[in-house]
């Protein structure tokens, strides 16, 4: 039989890659009032990480005006950072690959979303 070309590997610049399944960036909205990632992202990243496999994050705020959806994490200061590391950690144990989704929201973005989230 032949094999599923999704099951074929792939090579992301220096990344081998296992094969082409790639989690897609979602949006959880359940990091803090200041953009700290939830410690139980790690537990929701690993348990999609399969060795050489790349994940992608959910989009990680750059700059504090550049919030979009209000409880997104944020990587703009120490402690965001830090907060991040037990995640990462956790994908790299299973030897997953993991972007960051860098996001700053546009100006106008950030006016239609603040209608939609607060009236
Ligand atoms: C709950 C949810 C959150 C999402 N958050 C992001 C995000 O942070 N960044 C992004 O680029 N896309 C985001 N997306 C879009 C998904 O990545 C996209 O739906 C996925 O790539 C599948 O592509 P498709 O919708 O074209 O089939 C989100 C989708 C969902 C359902």
């Known amino acids: 039989m032949e094999k599923d070309p999704l099951q074929t590997p792939f090579k992301l610049s220096s990344h081998k890659l296992e094969h082409r399944v790639v989690l897609a960036p979602m949006t959880r909205m359940r990091a803090s009032d200041t953009g700290i990632v939830h410690p139980r992202a790690a537990e929701y990243y690993s348990e999609r990480t399969t060795p050489n496999s790349l994940l992608i994050s959910e989009g990680v705020v750059i700059h504090p005006r550049g919030r979009g959806f209000p ?14 590391k037990p995640i990462t950690q956790a994908v790299k144990e299973k030897g997953g690959v993991f972007f960051a989704q860098l996001w700053q929201a546009s100006l106008p973005s950030l006016r239609l979303i603040k209608e939609r989230f607060e009236g």
């Open 71 to 84: 409880n997104t994490p944020g990587l703009y200061n120490n402690e965001q950072v830090q907060a991040w």
